[in-house]
């Protein structure tokens, strides 16, 4: 079981992958955007942060680059789950230091299988 | 005939009216969805911490199932507010915003009735096939099958 951060300023997508991780046993926090999820992780210490790209006050793509910059997120998993889909956007990713890059729609168990491969 | 014009609105100005009044419906159409999907959500997280402790057998396999297919399926909210949100950004800077746009603050049932009164009176009959016009040329109505890089919905990449 993992402790994961997941962020994303849509209130249902919230549910919806805090429901797909719980039925996993993962232990699941949420938070509404970049900066929330900064303050959140900042209190705790979670093996993996699944994050949405378009954010409002900090995108994920800035977090991402944020929590590197932290000594205890440089090597946790950081996955980015967003309907963006284009290389240009990826290689942003990449270069921010996210782990991997998902797109939306997700299907549960796809989902509780990279977190299973990115925490090993 | 110079006054017969001068009476007449002129074509941006109802134009105008009308992408305001698209984006005032837009707006609420969002707002007002947000909610049964939240409750949706919240019965499908219920659902699933029934569903933990309980036998492995084969009727809860099929509920686990099911479940995974409604999360999959109500991903379409989060979808259509995106698309929402293009087209209602797109009908904002495209109105002279001076006029509705900033009384939403505080929207309630009454305020609604007063802006829909505010809009019938200002809104012509034929906008409406012009206001359908910009939709569909800003894009924010599809004509063909799929939306761009549909083929990468649901891919996964760790780099």
């Known amino acids: 079981m993992a402790r994961i951060l997941a962020v994303d300023d849509s209130p249902s997508m919230r ?34 942060v699944i994050t949405d790209v ?21 090597f946790v998993p950081l996955l ?20 991997g890059w998902l797109v939306k729609p997700f299907d549960p168990d796809r989902l509780l299988s990279i977190v299973s491969k990115v925490l090993t | 005939m110079g006054t017969a014009a001068a009476d007449e609105p002129c074509r941006c ?12 419906l837009l707006a ?3 707002r007002e969805s947000e909610a049964p999907a939240v409750e949706l959500g919240s019965a499908l997280e219920r659902l699933g911490q029934r569903l933990r402790p309980a036998a492995a057998d084969a009727s809860r396999e099929l ?21 929402l949100a293009v087209i209602r950004n797109l009908l904002t800077r ?21 802006l829909l009164a505010e809009l019938r009176e200002r ?8 206001l359908f016009e910009l939709l569909v040329r800003t894009g924010g109505v599809g004509t063909h099958g799929g939306a761009p890089g549909s083929q990468a919905e649901g891919s996964s990449e760790l780099f």
Not at chain 2, 94 to 114: C, H, I, K, V
Request: aromatic residues 4%.
């Open chain 2, 13 to 24: 100005e109802t134009l105008g009216v009308s992408a305001e009044a698209a984006a005032i």
């Open chain 2, 94 to 114: 495209y109105t002279d915003s001076g006029n509705l746009l900033p009384t939403m603050a505080g929207f309630g049932a009454q305020r609604w009735e007063e």
């Open chain 1, 15 to 48: 549910q919806l992958v805090k429901l797909a991780l719980s039925s996993g046993g993962h232990e699941v926090d949420l938070a509404t955007d970049g900066v929330e999820a900064l303050e959140v992780a900042e209190k705790q210490q979670f093996d993996v």
């Open chain 1, 54 to 74: 378009n954010m409002p006050n900090m995108d994920g793509i800035a977090l991402v680059r944020e929590l590197r910059r932290r000594t205890n997120y440089r």
């Open chain 2, 28 to 30: 609420f159409a969002m």
């Open chain 2, 123 to 130: 809104l012509t009959a034929e906008t409406h096939d012009e």
């Open chain 2, 63 to 83: 509920l686990t199932q099911d479940l995974a297919a409604c999360v999959r399926a109500l991903q379409f909210h989060d979808r259509l507010m995106q698309q």
């Open chain 1, 80 to 99: 980015m789950l967003t309907t963006e889909s284009t290389s240009e956007r990826k290689q942003q990713g990449k270069e921010a230091g996210a782990t």
